[in-house]
């Protein structure tokens, strides 16, 4: 049973399109992530939820909009896809915000073409 | 503005031998790290952790150390094996700021 799942696992897709990543954790944990992987293979955060509150919000594009409709899911909606989208977006989860260990899923492998 | 390095990307190992990661940092208000491990196709999970209070933590085969004056953090492996092919990246954070900052990762082979 998976603990941070993720869907879809590969997205492909065309500049201009709208598209959501889905992530559910069935851990318990109060606090979800969203990290982006990209081509040099940093891992940045983009956006953290405590208990469905936004509390960290990286300078991403306003493009990018997550949701927590409950502690257990966290979903990323990317509205007018863009070519540099194109990377492995991790969700993560954790029991607090306090020096935590981050589970994460499998991540998703986003390509705009 | 790189404030976790891992210089070395990547690093070959006999079985059995030691395995020693390496990971700088700049910024001195870290104050908690962590090592993650990632196989492809996977995400990161969770290797070892460390306090900036200590100077080293044991979890078996797996050893941390950390240098605060040298802002230096170290991952050792002994002894090596196979199964401990793998990205490895490590992640600090400073309290209260409730992110990690990862490094770029270092690809581990171990050789049969």
């Known amino acids: 049973d998976t603990a941070v799942s993720q869907t879809p696992k590969y997205l492909v897709t065309q500049m201009g399109n709208d598209k959501s990543i889905k992530c559910e954790q069935n851990?318990?944990?109060?606090?979800m992530y969203w990290y982006k992987q990209d081509s040099k293979k940093f891992l940045k955060i983009m956006f953290s939820?405590?208990?469905?509150?936004?509390?960290i919000n990286e300078t991403v594009p306003n493009r990018f909009s997550p949701k927590s409709p409950d502690k257990a899911h966290l979903n990323l909606h990317i509205n007018s896809l863009e070519l540099g989208d194109s990377a492995v977006y991790f969700c993560?989860?954790?029991?607090?915000?306090?020096?935590?260990?981050?589970?994460f899923g499998s991540g998703t492998q986003l390509s705009v073409l | 503005d790189q404030q976790v390095k891992q210089n070395s990307p990547s690093l070959s190992v006999q079985e059995g031998r030691i395995s020693i990661l390496n990971c700088d940092y700049t910024?001195?208000?870290?104050?908690?790290f962590l090592w993650y491990k990632k196989y492809p196709a996977e995400g990161p999970t969770f290797l070892i952790s460390?306090?900036?209070?200590?100077d080293k933590n044991e979890d078996g085969r797996f050893t941390v150390f950390l240098n605060k004056s040298a802002k230096h953090l170290s991952l050792h492996i002994v002894p090596s094996q196979p199964g401990d092919s793998a990205v490895y990246f490590c992640?600090?954070?400073?309290?209260?700021?409730?992110?990690?900052?990862f490094g770029t990762g270092t690809r581990l082979k171990v050789l049969a």
């Open positions: 992640a600090p954070m400073t309290s209260g700021t409730y992110k990690y900052i």
């Open positions: 460390i306090s900036s209070i200590k």
């Open positions: 910024n001195s208000m870290f104050d908690y």
């Open positions: 851990l318990g944990h109060d606090t």
């Open positions: 993560a989860s954790s029991q607090g915000v306090r020096n935590e260990k981050l589970f």
């Open positions: 939820y405590n208990n469905k509150e936004l509390i």
